[in-house]
């Protein structure tokens, strides 16, 4: 790995940002992607660039669902994008939650965002250019997590919780880069200017 030329990576959000917003997602059959999101994503596979989820999934912790269920709701989106030529090269997800829920679920984590544990560990695994890569997301607990791992950028999305975040950018520290109506947009003005959006 350590003589291995660094990769720039796409982060992306799961909820809200490559799939249509539902709380607690835990049933399949209310899974669905955002229209577009499985071309976009194959275009940046073709492009050969890392394409990574970050998620938080308290829903484990809550008891909505169990890890074995997270990861067959996983297998189906990543199914679904199948059906595009759009593939995901990994997914990190955190279980926890800081005051929901029972050992080893309920704890303060260093991977559950705002926290950057999850990118950092991505960057780590998988040999990537932090500061060459961007990330998509659709909160600010989102753009914090990716500023604190140095991420090179930051885009928020409008789908998902992003139309009342971005209502919050004004009282906020924490600005992405930029704002997009959505995330196949926001890949797509990527591919088009290069690395940074």
Known sequence: MNGEKKRSAVFLDRDGVILELVDYLHRTEDLRLIPGMGEALSALNRAGMLV?????QSGVARGIL???ELH???KFMEAQLAEYSARLDAIYYCPHHPDQGQPPYRRACNCRKPA?????RAAEEMN???AGSTFIGDTLTDMT???KAGVGSTVLVLTGHGSAEYAALQSSNTAPTSTALDAPTAIHVLLETGRKI
């Open 145 to 147: 997590a990716a500023q």
């Open 72 to 74: 067959e709701l996983h």
């Open 52 to 56: 990574i989820v970050i998620t938080n």
């Open 116 to 120: 950057p544990g999850m990118i950092l």
């Open 128 to 130: 990537i250019n932090l």
């Open 66 to 68: 169990s890890e074995d």
